[in-house]
C-alpha cells in the first residue's frame, strides 16, 4: 500500500492482516483525516502478529494504576505515508508480575525461566 489518504485505504490495510490470517482487532479508531488509526487487541500474541505485520519499530511501555489495579499498556507504533498506526495491547498485571513490568517483551523472560 502506497498511501492511506482515504478512509477505505486505512481499513484496507486492516482487512489485509485479517486476510493474512491476523485476528480482527477489537476497537479500531480511524482520526479524520486519516492522520492516525490505532487497533487495540486482546493479547500479546495478537499485539505482537500486528506488530510484525505492519513492521512497527518502536515500542513503549506503560505501567499505572487504574483504581487500585495495576494495568500494562504496550504500544507499537509506525508511520506509513504521514499516518500513525498504533497497536495496544492493555493488560491487568498483579504484583506477582511486578518483575516482568519492566521488560518490553514478557514472553522472553518466560521462556528463560523455562
Do not use: K
Not at 492511506?4 to 485505504?9: D, F, K, V
Not at 492516525?36 to 505501567?63: F, I, K, Q
Not at 489495579?69 to 492493555?90: F, K, M, P, T, W
Amino acid at each position: 500500500m502506497t498511501e492511506l489518504a482515504t478512509r477505505a485505504q486505512a481499513f484496507g490495510l486492516i482487512a489485509e492482516g485479517v486476510a493474512a490470517g491476523l485476528s480482527a482487532p477489537w476497537r479500531l479508531y480511524l482520526a479524520r483525516g486519516c492522520r492516525y488509526l490505532s487497533l487495540s487487541v486482546g493479547d500479546r500474541a495478537e499485539w505482537n502478529a500486528w506488530r510484525t505485520h505492519l513492521g512497527c519499530p518502536e515500542l513503549s511501555v506503560r505501567v499505572y494504576d487504574a483504581g487500585g489495579e495495576i494495568r500494562r499498556s504496550s504500544v507499537a507504533e509506525v508511520v506509513l505515508d504521514g499516518c500513525r498506526i498504533s497497536v495496544e495491547l492493555v493488560e491487568e498485571v498483579g504484583t506477582d508480575d511486578l518483575d516482568r513490568l519492566l521488560v518490553a517483551d514478557p514472553t522472553t523472560v518466560e521462556q528463560e525461566e523455562r
